[in-house]
């Protein structure tokens, strides 16, 4: 069977993206990082998806010394992507160079504004979540109207542009309004990806066919609804790997990557990471059934407090979003 570690994607700027990517949201010992990166890497995964608010790229950082010092893989075959968090909008650069150093890379492959929000974080991007005393959110913007948020794609931009710390740049957790504020205000480099929550029970076949109209590629977060894992639960998911041969993860992975999409899987099991690289061949069909489970009965499972407001469909706890397309 095909494996989905050797899918590679074609982004706008003529780079490529491993279309299977490791994700790595800490568990509980963030240390556990380090074996999951080594074991992804020698079973063929080729992308690793981190981020500064993970607090995890030093241990994905000494994983990857190991398997350089060990010649099992060189930094050119791999493709590693870092985030800026809304608290350190102001200085996309700072929060580079940190990630830089703790990973021990001298440049990342995608560099992402994780969200499109400027939370009041201080010169260091401390604290991540800042709230006001009433324990609500501390914006340097108002999320639905503020135009900060394209301040911060701007010095991505410039980054980009001036050093070779970065190969390309994206973003993460763009709705269409968000994306249509953006995009005519994009100076040289267009977003080359957006990741966003993606699975069968939250299709957005919207927002996937407007990023694919504007040459931008989905990448899927959250394959599986993160903790806990209850897409997986989903009937057609358990049907189709039986008829397929496969296990239920290795569905919701080719749900992506056959429609060309990125997808991002976490799991602290590390046969489970071995063991979830094959890409069935799905039907046409199949794949729409898919879609249908989501159109029918839609479910969201991160509805974070900083997304409120970006216009996402189905984010419980949003009463600020007024616009979706
Ligand atoms: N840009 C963003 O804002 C954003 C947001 C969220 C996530 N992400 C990225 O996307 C990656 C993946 O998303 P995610 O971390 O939310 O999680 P996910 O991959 O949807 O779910 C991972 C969870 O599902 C469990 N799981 C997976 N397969 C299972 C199975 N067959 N049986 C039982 N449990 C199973 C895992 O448990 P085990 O550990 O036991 O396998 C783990 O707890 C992240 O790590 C991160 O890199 C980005």
Redesign the pocket.
């Known amino acids: 069977m095909q494996l989905a570690t050797k899918v590679d994607l074609k982004l706008s700027n003529g780079k490529s993206i491993p279309a299977l ?5 800490p ?1 509980e010992d963030p240390s556990e990082l380090k074996q999951q990166v080594i074991t992804a890497i020698k079973a063929g995964y080729r992308h690793i ?3 500064w608010y ?1 607090g995890t790229e030093k241990y994905i950082g000494q994983a990857l010394k190991e398997l350089f010092d060990e010649g099992v893989i060189k930094r050119e075959d791999l493709f590693v992507t870092t ?1 800026v968090w809304p608290s350190f909008w102001h200085s996309p650069e700072k929060s580079l160079d940190k990630s830089l150093e703790d990973l021990g890379l001298d440049y990342v492959d995608l560099f ?1 504004q ?2 499109p929000v400027a939370l009041h974080g201080d010169e260091n991007g401390l604290p991540p979540a800042p709230k006001h005393d009433d324990g609500s959110l501390w914006y340097d913007d108002d999320p639905v109207t503020g135009t900060k948020f394209i301040e911060t794609y701007h010095k991505m931009e410039d980054i980009i542009d001036k050093t070779s710390k970065v190969k390309s740049i994206g973003v ?2 763009y709705s269409i309004p968000k994306l249509k504020q953006l995009l005519p205000k994009v100076r040289k480099y267009a977003p080359v990806v957006n ?3 993606l ?1 069968p029970q939250l299709p957005q076949l919207e927002l996937v066919d407007y990023c694919k109209s504007k040459g931008i590629v989905v990448v ?10 209850p ?2 639960k989903v009937p057609l998911i358990q049907e189709l790997a039986k008829k397929y041969d496969v ?3 290795e569905i919701t992975n080719a749900y992506h990557v056959l429609n060309g999409r990125g997808v ?6 590390l046969e ?2 071995k063991t ?1 690289i094959r890409l069935p061949q799905l039907s046409e069909d199949d794949l729409k059934k898919l879609d249908q489970v989501g159109l029918q009965n839609p479910k969201r ?2 509805c ?1 407090s900083w997304g409120y407001g970006l216009g996402f469909r189905y984010w419980e706890g949003d009463t600020l979003s007024t616009e979706f397309d």
Do not use: C, F
Request: charged content about 15%; glycine content about 8%; hydrophobic content about 30%.
């Open positions: 990517g490791l994700g790595t949201v568990p998806d981190t981020a993970y985030k992402m994780h969200w993460s957790n990741q966003i929550e699975h899927a977060y959250s394959p599986v609804g993160s903790n806990g894992a897409v997986l296990t239920t993860n991002l899987p976490r799991s602290s099991n489970r990471i979830i499972y991160i974070d």
